[in-house]
T-cell receptor
Framework: KAGVTQTPRYLIKTRGQQVTLSCSPISGHRSVSWYQQTPGQGLQFLFEYFSETQRNKGNFPGRFSGRQFSNSRSEMNVSTLELGDSALYLC??????????????FGEGSRLTVL | QKEVEQNSGPLSVPEGAIASLNCTYSDRGSQSFFWYRQYSGKSPELIMFIYSNGDKEDGRFTAQLNKASQYVSLLIRDSQPSDSATYLC???????????????FGTGTRLTIIP
């Protein structure tokens, strides 16, 4: 069974640009969550999507947005990039039955560097 | 006060000894508790979860939960060099409304097993 796939794995952007990251969950998983990981703050929750609906959102500015498609694939977008947005962005999926257990299956992440 | 607090370490333990990792959380209403392991450059993976007060054992790993003290720990017996990783404590339902729960992570404890 294929795992969670994130693309691109690495990218470099400059301040003011925007970026779109993609996540394909494990087949059959309908919940997709996004996290930002930095050395100082650890894993910070961005948002969760379930059946194309945003179910929960973390404390990030409106520059961070996401969506989920009917095939459960998800994208997140960051507009007007700032230096502080440099981080590893992790996508995690969970099956319907297990979403309330907190068992998340993480992708390898997209490492964003903002210059 | 952080929602989920862990000692960042590094924690160094001799091979074969018991490694003890600790975590405290702020929301008394939190429901479920998880330990994720993250190897350097890799994504987190779930190793243990616990819902009820007391101990839960799985091989060399034991999770302990004390809801009254808002404290959860992970013991690793017979520590091996392959256990060297960052261990993330995660709490489900912290600061959330019913049906809108999310998983909140601590910043992690870096564990090094010394051969």
């Amino acid at each position: 069974k294929a795992g969670v796939t994130q693309t691109p794995r690495y990218l470099i952007k400059t301040r003011g640009q925007q970026v779109t990251l993609s996540c394909s969950p494990i087949s059959g998983h309908r919940s997709v969550s996004w996290y930002q990981q930095t050395p100082g703050q650890g894993l910070q929750f961005l948002f969760e999507y379930f059946s194309e609906t945003q179910r929960n959102k973390g404390n990030f500015p409106g520059r961070f947005s996401g969506r989920q498609f009917s095939n459960s694939r998800s994208e997140m977008n960051v507009s007007t990039l700032e230096l502080g947005d440099s981080a590893l962005y992790l996508c995690a999926s969970s099956p319907l039955a297990a979403r309330n257990t907190g068992e998340l299956f993480f992708g390898e992440g997209s490492r964003l560097t903002v210059l | 006060q952080k929602e989920v607090e862990q000692n960042s370490g590094p924690l160094s333990v001799p091979e074969g000894a018991i490694a003890s990792l600790n975590c405290t959380y702020s929301d008394r209403g939190s429901q479920s508790f998880f330990w994720y392991r993250q190897y350097s450059g890799k994504s987190p993976e779930l190793i243990m979860f616990i819902y009820s007060n007391g101990d839960k054992e799985d091989g060399r790993f034991t999770a302990q939960l004390n809801k009254a003290s808002q404290y959860v720990s992970l013991l690793i017996r017979d520590s091996q060099p392959s256990d060297s990783a960052t261990y993330l404590c995660a709490v489900w339902g912290i600061g959330s409304n019913f049906g809108n729960e999310k998983l909140t992570f601590g910043t992690g404890t870096r564990l090094t097993i010394i051969p």
